[in-house]
């Protein structure tokens, strides 16, 4: 079993709707969770940053961590075209050196 | 410059070549890190640094060597690769060990 699980889509959606995007993950240390962006061409980019259990607003984006279920969820609200990316999860148990990532969900904004 | 810069952006290598990936940091940080980024798959951790001291080899092929002469900088000194090493090499930043990490825009490998 992967320690994180990540549908890679893609995952296409008209322009104003919510996205969920979410991760799995076995190892019940980690506490630390992030979602990151990636462009086309581009190096990821760190996008929420939550600790613990619970949830994270940042304008239109919502971090949600579900720690007794190993559940992370990233939504989207109001989507533009612009948030057509790559979205990857990360965590961390804060001990280790390693963030272990998901493979990463292609999501696809239509205008 | 702001962030992490990295260069070159693209690079096209034979088998036998030798060349150098480099990376800067600008935010002061004290940990640095090389990954590689291959299609469907999750970004593999390559090594890590902490204050120019290496502190993780994550049983990478010893054509791949690092090199982290400053908190600063690092480089990735590449040698008789294999086409199976083509990918996105990313290097990324963090205050500290296990602290949340900022990536660079990655150097494209392709290996003829």
């Known amino acids: 079993q992967k320690e994180v699980e990540q549908d890679p889509g893609p995952l296409s959606v008209p322009e104003g709707a919510i996205v969920s995007l979410n991760c799995t993950y076995s190892n019940s240390a980690f506490q630390y969770f992030m979602w990151y962006r990636q462009y086309s061409r581009k190096g990821p980019e760190l996008l929420m940053y939550?600790?613990?259990?619970g949830n994270k607003e940042d304008g239109r984006f919502t971090a949600q961590v579900d720690k007794s279920s190993k559940y992370i969820s990233l939504f989207i609200r109001d989507s533009q075209p612009s948030d057509s990316a790559t979205y990857l999860c990360a965590m961390s148990d804060g001990a280790t050196n390693k963030l272990i990532f998901g493979t990463g969900t292609l999501l696809a904004v239509q205008p | 410059e702001t962030g992490v810069t990295q260069t070159p952006r693209h690079l096209v290598m034979g088998m036998t070549n030798k060349k150098s990936l480099k990376c800067e940091q600008h935010?002061?940080?004290?940990?640095m890190y090389w990954y590689k980024q291959s299609a469907k798959k999750p970004l593999e951790l390559m090594f890590v640094?902490?204050?120019?001291?290496?502190?993780e080899n994550n049983s990478v092929p010893s054509r791949f060597s690092p090199e982290c002469p400053n908190s600063s900088h690092l480089f990735l000194h590449l040698h008789t690769l294999q086409p199976e090493d083509s990918a996105l090499y990313l290097c990324?930043?963090?205050?500290?060990?296990?602290?949340?990490?900022?990536f660079g825009p990655g150097t494209r490998l392709t290996v003829l």
């Open positions: 935010l002061g940080h004290n940990a």
């Open positions: 990324a930043s963090s205050p500290k060990l296990a602290d949340t990490q900022y």
């Open positions: 939550t600790y613990s259990s």
């Open positions: 640094y902490s204050l120019e001291e290496r502190v």
